[in-house]
């Protein structure tokens, strides 16, 4: 007899399996023939969520290279003091001594008045004329240019928002003040403007792209929500008929959302090829302008490409569902409401 027991509680756990099985099965059948049925209005809400997630997808990448060029330029930004021309190596190296010890300063670079020279040839080794005026290494030329070429000290900080302990250093130390050329002021802010504006416009491309995408997620969730009305309108007898012979909640539930997330799933790929194949035709015109694109670049030529493309479908499977399972409860709310009442 418990032998029997056991064997009819397999049997019976096996079929509830199937029947499982067979549920889910219909679920998804039936979800994928309601996405044909109501193809028009399918079409319109995965072209909806497209957009909602273009402009995610357009905002996140914009973020993320104006934030990685506002970076970059950070790296490239020093601060230049300008010494009396002909200022001793000896007093250049105390002085970098002095300004290494502040905690703000990476780096800091000193150049004698010669080797400024040098580096003003290198910088017109194409313009032979100049270089003909200027003549040869003993030339009474290149020794009047060097008796007029500041030494230079370039210090590259941590923070370039904070510069006030260097100013100090150089307004109060003594050593500074010797042998600063009162007729070339330091650079403090001739790189910060450049810096500012690329990271206001950073700012600006994630704002907008925030305040952009929550208006066009709204207007997804409200065209999938009719969506599935009409939908669940349309089949409204059917349903009816369903909950006659018993089908649970569930069961009416799963192709609806079925039918949204195939919308999801769509717009996702759709939203992740035009993502990647505009940022490619925009990158070389990016580079031109000095943005740095490196960063997007190496994910997007890596197999990080396939990470994107998941988390964009997932986002898009998301708000399929979110705004099928709204309308949805909406109605078996009122359904409810309305049997009690009959009762």
Same mark, same amino acid.
């Given at each position: 007899?418990?032998?029997?027991?056991?064997?009819?509680?397999?049997?019976?756990?096996?079929?509830?399996?199937?029947?499982?099985?067979?549920?889910?099965?219909?679920?998804?059948?039936?979800?994928?023939?309601?996405?044909?049925?109501?193809?028009?209005?399918?079409?319109?809400?995965?072209?909806?969520?497209?957009?909602?997630?273009?402009?995610?997808?357009?905002?996140?990448?914009?973020?993320?290279?104006?934030?990685?060029?506002?970076?970059?330029?950070?790296?490239?930004?020093?601060?230049?003091?300008?010494?009396?021309?002909?200022?001793?190596?000896?007093?250049?190296?105390?002085?970098?001594?002095?300004?290494?010890?502040?905690?703000?300063?990476? =780096?800091?670079?000193?150049?004698?008045?010669?080797?400024?020279?040098?580096?003003?040839?290198?910088?017109?080794?194409?313009?032979?004329?100049?270089?003909?005026?200027?003549?040869?290494?003993?030339?009474?030329?290149?020794?009047?240019?060097?008796?007029?070429?500041?030494?230079?000290?370039?210090?590259?900080?941590?923070?370039?928002?904070?510069?006030?302990?260097?100013?100090?250093?150089?307004?109060?130390?003594?050593?500074?003040?010797? =042998?600063?050329?009162?007729?070339?002021?330091?650079?403090?802010?001739?790189?910060?403007?450049?810096?500012?504006?690329?990271?206001?416009?950073?700012?600006?491309?994630?704002?907008?792209?925030?305040?952009?995408?929550?208006?066009?997620? /709204?207007?997804?969730?409200?065209?999938?929500?009719?969506?599935?009305?009409?939908?669940?309108?349309?089949?409204?007898?059917?349903?009816?008929?369903?909950?006659?012979?018993?089908?649970? =909640?569930?069961?009416?539930?799963?192709?609806?959302?079925?039918?949204?997330?195939?919308?999801?799933?769509?717009?996702?790929?759709?939203?992740?090829?035009?993502?990647?194949?505009?940022?490619?035709?925009?990158?070389?015109?990016?580079?031109?302008?000095?943005?740095?694109?490196?960063?997007?670049?190496?994910?997007?030529?890596?197999?990080?490409?396939?990470?994107?493309?998941?988390?964009?479908?997932? /986002?898009?499977?998301?708000?399929?569902?979110?705004?099928?399972?709204?309308?949805?409860?909406?109605?078996?709310?009122?359904?409810?409401?309305?049997?009690?009442?009959?009762?």
């Amino acid at each position: 007899m418990p032998n029997q027991t056991k064997q009819n509680l397999k049997t019976m756990s096996k079929n509830s399996g199937t029947k499982k099985l067979r549920s889910t099965s219909r679920i998804f059948k039936y979800g994928a023939i309601s996405f044909s049925r109501n193809i028009w209005l399918s079409i319109a809400a995965t072209l909806v969520m497209s957009m909602t997630l273009i402009i995610l997808f357009v905002t996140i990448i914009a973020s993320a290279i104006l934030a990685s060029t506002a970076d970059a330029m950070r790296e490239k930004i020093d601060i230049t003091i300008y010494f009396k021309p002909g200022t001793s190596e000896t007093s250049l190296s105390q002085m970098a001594n002095i300004m290494s010890q502040d905690e703000n300063v990476k =780096n800091v670079e000193v150049s004698t008045s010669e080797e400024e020279y040098d580096k003003f040839l290198e910088e017109n080794a194409d313009n032979e004329d100049l270089l003909t005026a200027l003549g040869g290494e003993d030339s009474e030329m290149r020794q009047m240019m060097i008796d007029r070429m500041q030494s230079t000290m370039r210090i590259k900080v941590f923070d370039v928002d904070d510069l006030s302990s260097i100013e100090h250093t150089v307004n109060s130390n003594r050593t500074f003040l010797i =042998n600063i050329d009162p007729a070339n002021p330091p650079t403090y802010d001739a790189n910060r403007s450049a810096f500012e504006r690329i990271t206001s416009w950073a700012n600006l491309a994630r704002n907008a792209g925030i305040i952009l995408s929550i208006i066009f997620l /709204v207007i997804s969730i409200l065209v999938i929500f009719n969506t599935i009305r009409m939908a669940i309108f349309s089949r409204r007898e059917e349903i009816y008929m369903m909950k006659l012979v018993g089908a649970d =909640n569930g069961f009416i539930r799963g192709p609806f959302l079925i039918e949204a997330q195939i919308c999801g799933f769509i717009s996702g790929i759709i939203a992740a090829t035009v993502g990647f194949l505009g940022f490619h035709a925009l990158a070389p015109h990016l580079e031109n302008y000095g943005i740095d694109i490196s960063m997007i670049n190496d994910v997007l030529e890596t197999n990080w490409l396939i990470v994107v493309y998941l988390i964009t479908i997932s /986002v898009g499977i998301l708000i399929g569902t979110v705004s099928s399972s709204l309308a949805i409860r909406k109605y078996l709310n009122a359904t409810a409401k309305r049997a009690k009442k009959r009762k």
